[in-house]
């Protein structure tokens, strides 16, 4: 069964730091765009930063810049949300998405156009 899976959400207090998981079974992620998103309660679902298939370029949601990196690790078949300094209105449950191709669907911030594998979402609150 394809699917994939996100893992390493948790509570942290304001300036904190977590690395998201998203990790792939019966399908390979070393080829495909993927891209985390997240939806907070009462918000819509928003692109927090996205990753393509070949040369691993990656785009920002601007209020993210500089504090969250995406990557991959193609040994693992994972890519990896890394969020440093997290703020209160990083809160939300965080979606891992990917693509059926290398380069990523334009806006990459629109969660209708990631049309591979969408994972069930792993919680992060940030509260002091």
């Known amino acids: 069964q394809e699917q994939v899976v996100e893992s390493g959400g948790g509570s942290v207090q304001p300036g904190g730091s977590l690395r998201l998981s998203c990790t792939a079974s019966g399908l390979t992620l070393n080829n495909v765009a993927a891209a985390w998103f997240r939806q907070a309660p009462g918000k819509e679902r928003e692109g927090v930063a996205s990753?393509?298939?070949?040369?691993?370029?990656?785009w920002y949601l601007e209020s993210v810049k500089g504090r969250f990196t995406i990557s991959r690790d193609t040994a693992s078949n994972t890519v990896y949300l890394q969020m440093n300094n997290l703020q209160p209105e990083d809160t939300a449950v965080y979606f891992c998405?990917?693509?059926?191709?290398?380069?990523?669907?334009?806006?990459?911030?629109?969660?209708?156009?990631?049309?591979?594998?969408w994972g069930r979402g792993t919680q992060v609150t940030v509260a002091s």
């Open positions: 990753i393509n298939g070949h040369n691993g370029r990656s």
């Open positions: 998405a990917t693509h059926l191709y290398q380069g990523v669907p334009a806006p990459w911030y629109a969660a209708k156009w990631w049309g591979g594998h």
